[in-house]
């Protein structure tokens, strides 16, 4: 009788010693095969790896290996540090494992398969939405439990035929079988067997037993489930932008094409972007080759005075004139969408009816695609036919009848005249933009208390002077936040530019913005290091302007 | 002044739809109306085909006339002794004076012009053809003998108001334009669900869960939100290249379920929830995961649905990353932007085509706006200054 617990109480026991064991085991393997892995880069056996890859998987796997040792041995102390790093290898080999099977199962490459029939499946997508939102709808009878209880039944029923039929016509089971026949290769088996020893091996560091026999505690868990919830949002991010952020800063250095091997250049690419010069002119129209060094500038543009003058010439012609066109863009842009924002939400805030309505008829241009908002302003600027020359047209006959003068009506050839190019740009972003910032002003406003005004009243101030003292003071955050935001957006211009202008560099380089030449040189001429370049050189002038915003905002707030 | 700039801001709304129902020789004219026209037809006794009616002024009076028959050739003929006397006739109305074969001429001028036999108030007077025009023979659709010769181009159609919804059908075929929603549906729906599964699970371990390296992740995602996309689009490019993902939607879809903003934002909301309950639970032996599923998620509908509104917005109007990574000939795997981007080329002397694309690209993010406006405007505004 006694004999039967002592017994379950050593089996147990002696099963997690054996766990246990077999979990230092695995871990000193594991640290022998990474070590091999972090080796087998530089025996030649893989000709095609690049220098980069080649590194990345050496420090990747020797990290990995010299961690896998370390653990080992705190297993066998039975320390919960060996957990933990256990835990966090097994669980980053999992997730190489599933993205391995994944990739080499042309998982994310048959998404083209289903965006085939997805036309055909997308509505059965939708009926299972409605049944979700039929069983939803349940909650809102929760006084009559019956009408909840059908309710929320016909909702399943209908998200469940809905999601079989949407499976069935996406074709599921030719998807499956693919994947299957493309996972039939050692690749494929070597991935799927190493994902299940993970799998075990996560199991077996994560049970009860084991984290008790290595002392686990209550903010261990909380760490590890922190780091577990964080992953996948943490792992993407490494992946997919600081990664890219740090290879951007190494092909700024190189004079990669996508396709070579990149050589590295050191400075060359900003020292060429960088490189201007400034010369006096003899006389206002003296030609450039005469002033400058053609083999190596070109001229930007000239200032003239008296008789002479200066000429601005530069090794890279085009980002000169792409950082003045976004330059001059921004000073317009931006103005013209904040201030005209800021007065519409004053006379918005107030509490008539159809408020909300105005509202949000501002806020539509700013939700629209830029790509086909651009269209239909392309057909607005039409010279001949367009709407805004109509109006002009209008205007001055009006104006003529009115004062009897003789203006002459302009016939603008908006987009393809270099004088008004780029203004065409602005107006279409002062449309765009100033129902979104007029919504956060809005915002800004309602956090203004209303006793100020009230106290202001008392005291007899005016309407102006309230807006002046109060509003504009309490709405500093909210400016430097709309201002900054507007700026930075408008530093990126680059969808209006590349729809409305043909060719999108507008007449004569007059709207070739930083993006725009960003992409010309990356994508068109596949210069991708002097791209690199010309990104990095984008965000200083960004983070340079912003950071200059903020010290004015600083400095103001200091008289509140 | 309110209702003047909500017109600016829904003008070129108002204009792309009119015009997508318009046919092309409505969306050139000038002036611009805004509402699309039809000339009318009407069946004439007489004539196989109806005829197309058109307004002709008669003693002073405004009148609907069909247009019989253009390109009408008409001359106005002088006579050479004396240039004052004219009259319109039509060519083939005149005989060559002195018959075909040996026709009289008459130098007018210093040139030599032939001379044709026009009856003037019954008098036959030899005239050279001074100069040409084509009219068109009008005639009336109730009483077809009477007639009235004028210019067709510089007379007014009789017009009504009425929408020619096959131009969207026509510019689906034209561009595969179905195609390109329902890729953008897909990537869209991707997205959105990706970027709120990770930013969800990630918000929720920064706003509740206290371990080392939390914070100095925290502000490393924090310090990244400002740095520009355009920064990214080179190595990303190369990234795609390496794993074969150039040309493919998952390029467009994966890379984008990942959000250090949204992370952001959901890890503010998060941390304003009652951390009461949240305890309450755990000492009911609930899992975080359990917790966050069962009472956190549903207690932050109108935040989750604005970060999906702000998503689907981003997702589906997006177009530089789109460019770069699907080939222009792939149209296959076109989006709505791409699709459109090389409409603009193919269709770039039918605006109503375009437009009608522009459309269906514009439209389907304005009815999410619409829907989810309720949480939509305030949650914007606050979201957006408070962080």
Known sequence: ?560 | MLTFFALVMIFPFIYMVATSLKIPADTFRYPPRILPRDPITIAVEGFKDPLPLYYVEIQGQKQEYALAKSNIKVGQYADPGNPTITAERRLTEVKPTGGAMNQKTATINGKEEKLFDVEVDGKTIPMYLASQTTVGEFIDPKNPSSKVYQNVRLSTPVENLSSHPENYTNVVALQGIDRALTNTALVTILVVLGQLATSIVGGYAFARLKFPGRDSVFIFYLGTIMIPFVMLIVPLYQLMVLIGWTDRLAALIVPWMFTAYGTFLMRQHFITFPKEIEEAALLDGASRLQILTKIIVPASVPALATQATFTFLYAWNSFLWPLVIINVGNEKNHVLTLALNVLRGRASDSPNLILAGAAIAILPPLVVFILGQRFFVESVASSGVKG
Request: proline fraction near 4%; hydrophobic fraction near 50%.
């Open chain 1, 1 to 560: 009788m006694t004999e039967i617990p002592n017994q379950s109480n050593k089996n147990p026991a002696r099963q997690n010693e054996f766990i246990l064991r077999l979990l230092s085991l695995w871990r000193g393997l594991f640290s022998v095969l990474a070590a091999s892995g972090a080796i087998a880069p530089w025996l030649g056996i893989f000709p095609n790896l690049r220098l980069w890859q080649g590194l990345l998987l050496t420090t990747t796997l020797g990290l990995a290996s010299i961690f896998s040792a370390i653990a080992a041995a705190e297993i066998i102390k039975r320390r919960h540090k060996g957990r933990t790093i256990s835990l966090f290898i097994d669980y980053l080999g999992l997730v190489a494992c599933i993205l391995i099977i994944l990739q080499v199962g042309g998982v994310f490459i048959g998404i083209d398969a289903l965006a085939e029939v997805f036309g055909r499946s997308i509505l059965f997508l939708l009926a299972a939405f409605v049944g979700y939102l039929i069983s939803a709808a349940g909650d809102y009878f929760e006084s009559r439990s019956t009408t909840q209880k059908i309710l929320r039944q016909v909702g399943k029923w209908i998200v469940l035929i809905g999601m079989v039929l949407f499976l069935l016509t996406a074709n599921i089971f030719q998807g499956l079988l693919a994947i299957i026949n493309k996972l039939a290769n050692p690749m494929g088996i070597t991935a799927i067997v190493s994902l299940i020893i993970f799998g075990l091996a996560l199991w077996g560091m994560w049970r009860e037993p084991t984290a008790s026999a290595l002392k686990a505690k209550t903010n261990h868990e909380q760490m590890l489930n922190g780091w577990l919830f964080l992953s996948p949002n943490l792992l993407g991010f490494l992946i997919f932008f600081a990664g890219p952020l740090l290879l951007s800063f190494y092909f700024s250095f190189t004079d990669s094409d996508a396709f070579n091997t990149p050589k590295w250049v050191g400075v060359e690419n900003y020292a060429k972007i960088l490189n201007i010069t400034i010369k006096p002119l003899a006389a206002p129209d003296q030609l450039a080759r005469e002033a400058l060094d053609i083999q190596v500038y070109d001229e930007v543009g000239r200032i003239k005075f008296g008789n002479g003058g200066i000429l601005f010439g530069a090794e890279d012609k085009l980002f000169w004139l792409a950082l003045r066109n976004t330059l001059v863009y921004a000073l317009f842009a931006v103005p013209l969408s904040v201030i005209p924002a800021l007065l519409l939400s004053n006379i918005l805030n107030s509490k008539l009816p159809g408020m909300k309505f105005f509202r949000a008829v501002y806020f539509i241009p700013s939700i629209a695609a830029i790509v086909g908002i651009s269209l239909v302003w392309q057909w607005l600027y039409n010279a001949t036919i367009g709407y805004i020359n109509y109006f002009i047209t209008i205007g001055v006959e009006f104006w003529n009848n009115l004062f009897n003068t003789g203006l002459i009506d302009p016939k603008i050839n908006w987009v393809s005249d270099e004088k008004t190019a780029l203004l065409a740009i602005i107006i279409i972003a002062a449309w765009q933009t100033m129902g979104f910032n007029t919504v956060l002003f809005l915002a800004g406003l309602q956090n203004i208390p209303g006793e100020l005004y009230e106290a202001a009243t008392v005291d007899g101030a005016g309407p102006w002077d309230k807006f002046w003292r109060i509003t504009l003071p309490m709405l500093a955050p909210t400016t430097f936040y709309v201002v900054s935001t507007t700026t930075i957006q408008a530093m990126q211009v680059f969808e209006q530019v590349f729809i409305l202008m043909n060719p999108p560099e507008g007449p004569n380089n007059s709207t070739i913005t930083l993006v725009l030449y960003l992409y010309r040189s990356g994508f068109q001429n596949f210069k991708q290091g002097y791209a690199s370049a010309l990104a990095w050189v984008l965000f200083i002038v960004i983070f340079g302007l912003t950071l200059i915003q903020f010290q004015n905002q600083r400095k103001n707030s200091l008289y509140e």
